[in-house]
């Protein structure tokens, strides 16, 4: 027997058998803990595919699931697959929410909120984005200006990362809160001690005070708009209600807490990949420069091949057997939304960025006509109330900077990566010829 290490799963050590041709991989479960794994996970997800589809990371409870298929499954099924693994995470940040409930303590309290982000009210808070994304880019424009007058022969450039992509969906989110204008500076500190918490045990600490002072913030906003209620988001979620139940005030807290956090982050990371994969791909960028309603599918797409969050944690209630593994009751289960997104099971050669691909249904989950919806927010009972949201906020926002643009490109020299919500610093450097506000 010998341990070799083959291209086609670069970090697995492989056994082959003398009179086998076919090799099977084993895995080293240290891998996934390495810096090369979260660098480029993808060879590593697609041999968790193809051969361990229900892996048991060995010495843990816990198990990954990456097929399509079966991570479609396990969100339509909160009754096994339930959500309460997600206290340990964001919910020790923003406080018990709806992330971590299951049943009909879940339903009631998302058929309380759910319809503040859908429809006609999504609509009322258009001109909110568009404002937001206009102050971002002129915010830019000026500094911008002000580095060329430094310089005249400085080319022009953005770090979508750090100029742009941040500021419109954390203002856009204050503003339909009708937060007051210093909220936007404090809450410049709060949210990345909080994101750093969500993300590190180690940061947790700092977190939980963070989200404590944005608390203790609010609490008395709360108090005033009880008593004298406006259009504002926070009004209409301390008066909406569902078979007689309303929020109670811990749980508004923790639902602006996970506003915040859950989709400022989600919509930050959005707008950057997105703008990731049209400047790999500069073909789809010229399409989409033509035709700007390209950019629909273009978020779809970008949501499939590497959205903003990775996996999503869940609990077994119950024994589950899946591809001959049985997987106890109290396992804690990885549901790998970039394993299942990329699944060639479902989508053709999809490591391969195609906004024209006839295999990606622009909804969600499995969709009609043979085609099937990206993963990326969730699906069932869970699924991503502020979707549409962030949809909209990333396809305006792109749109209207890229109107502005003149021959945009990834910086010469720099090293561009796609981005995901785990991921603390990262730089996205976009040069172009001219930019007009």
């Given at each position: 027997?010998?341990?070799?290490?083959?291209?086609?799963y670069?970090?697995?050590?492989v056994?082959?058998?003398?009179?086998?041709a076919i090799?099977?991989?084993i895995?080293d479960?240290?891998?996934?803990?390495?810096t090369?794994?979260?660098?480029?996970?993808y060879?590593?997800l697609?041999?968790l595919?193809?051969h361990?589809?229900?892996?048991?990371?060995p010495?843990?409870?816990?198990?990954?699931?990456?097929?399509?298929?079966?991570?479609?499954?396990a969100?339509?099924?909160?009754?096994t697959?339930?959500?309460?693994?997600?206290?340990?995470?964001i919910?020790?940040?923003?406080?018990?929410s709806?992330i971590?409930?299951?049943?009909?303590?879940?339903?009631?309290?998302?058929?309380?909120?759910?319809?503040?982000?859908v429809?006609?009210?999504?609509?009322?808070?258009?001109?909110?984005?568009?404002r937001?994304?206009?102050?971002?880019i002129?915010?830019?424009?000026?500094?911008?200006?002000?580095?060329?007058?430094?310089?005249?022969?400085?080319?022009?450039e953005?770090?979508i990362?750090?100029?742009?992509?941040p500021?419109?969906p954390?203002?856009?989110?204050?503003?339909?809160?009708?937060?007051?204008?210093?909220?936007?500076?404090?809450f410049?500190?709060?949210?990345?001690?909080?994101?750093?918490?969500?993300?590190?045990?180690?940061?947790?600490?700092?977190?939980?005070?963070?989200?404590?002072?944005?608390?203790?913030?609010?609490?008395?906003?709360?108090?005033?708009?009880?008593?004298n209620?406006g259009?504002d988001?926070?009004?209409?979620?301390?008066?909406?209600?569902?078979?007689?139940?309303?929020?109670?005030?811990?749980?508004?807290?923790?639902?602006?807490?996970?506003?915040?956090?859950?989709g400022?982050?989600?919509?930050?990371?959005?707008i950057?990949?997105?703008?990731?994969?049209?400047?790999?791909n500069?073909?789809?960028?010229?399409?989409?420069?033509?035709?700007?309603?390209?950019?629909e599918?273009?978020?779809f797409e970008m949501?499939r091949?590497?959205g903003?969050?990775p996996?999503?944690?869940?609990?077994?209630t119950r024994e589950v057997?899946l591809h001959?593994?049985?997987?106890?009751?109290?396992?804690?289960i990885v549901l790998?939304?970039?394993?299942a997104?990329r699944d060639?099971?479902?989508?053709?050669?999809?490591?391969?960025?195609d906004?024209f691909?006839?295999?990606?249904?622009?909804?969600?989950?499995?969709?009609?006509?043979?085609?099937?919806?990206?993963?990326?927010?969730?699906?069932?009972?869970?699924f991503?109330?502020?979707?549409?949201?962030a949809?909209?906020?990333?396809?305006?926002g792109?749109?209207?900077?890229?109107?502005?643009m003149?021959?945009?490109?990834?910086?010469p020299?720099?090293?561009?990566?796609p981005?995901?919500?785990t991921?603390?610093?990262?730089?996205?450097l976009?040069?172009f010829?001219?930019?007009?506000?």
């Amino acid at each position: 027997m010998t341990l070799l290490a083959t291209d086609p799963y670069p970090f697995f050590a492989v056994k082959q058998q003398e009179c086998d041709a076919i090799k099977t991989p084993i895995i080293d479960p240290s891998v996934l803990f390495r810096t090369e794994y979260h660098d480029d996970l993808y060879p590593t997800l697609k041999v968790l595919r193809d051969h361990y589809p229900a892996y048991n990371i060995p010495g843990t409870n816990t198990w990954m699931l990456t097929r399509y298929d079966d991570v479609a499954a396990a969100f339509r099924d909160p009754e096994t697959f339930s959500s309460t693994e997600n206290a340990q995470g964001i919910g020790a940040i923003v406080g018990r929410s709806l992330i971590e409930m299951d049943g009909d303590e879940h339903k009631r309290r998302r058929a309380i909120v759910a319809p503040v982000f859908v429809g006609k009210n999504l609509k009322a808070m258009m001109p909110i984005v568009v404002r937001y994304t206009m102050s971002a880019i002129e915010d830019f424009t000026r500094k911008h200006a002000q580095r060329i007058g430094e310089s005249a022969a400085q080319a022009g450039e953005i770090d979508i990362v750090d100029d742009f992509a941040p500021r419109l969906p954390l203002n856009v989110i204050m503003d339909v809160l009708d937060l007051p204008q210093e909220a936007h500076e404090l809450f410049h500190d709060w949210y990345p001690a909080m994101i750093a918490g969500m993300i590190s045990p180690d940061h947790r600490e700092a977190g939980q005070a963070a989200n404590a002072e944005f608390h203790d913030y609010i609490e008395p906003l709360l108090e005033e708009r009880s008593a004298n209620p406006g259009d504002d988001l926070i009004s209409r979620l301390i008066s909406a209600e569902f078979e007689g139940h309303r929020l109670s005030r811990e749980e508004l807290k923790s639902f602006a807490s996970l506003l915040f956090v859950g989709g400022a982050e989600t919509t930050d990371k959005a707008i950057s990949n997105l703008w990731y994969w049209l400047l790999s791909n500069p073909e789809q960028l010229a399409a989409v420069q033509r035709d700007p309603d390209l950019l629909e599918p273009a978020f779809f797409e970008m949501m499939r091949i590497h959205g903003p969050a990775p996996a999503q944690r869940r609990c077994t209630t119950r024994e589950v057997t899946l591809h001959g593994e049985v997987i106890p009751a109290g396992a804690s289960i990885v549901l790998s939304q970039y394993g299942a997104n990329r699944d060639d099971r479902v989508f053709a050669d999809p490591d391969r960025f195609d906004i024209f691909r006839d295999d990606l249904d622009l909804k969600f989950g499995s969709g009609s006509n043979g085609k099937s919806g990206h993963l990326g927010f969730g699906l069932g009972a869970h699924f991503c109330i502020g979707y549409q949201l962030a949809q909209t906020e990333t396809i305006v926002g792109t749109r209207e900077l890229l109107k502005r643009m003149k021959n945009p490109r990834f910086k010469p020299g720099s090293n561009p990566k796609p981005i995901a919500m785990t991921t603390e610093s990262l730089e996205l450097l976009v040069a172009f010829d001219e930019i007009s506000a």
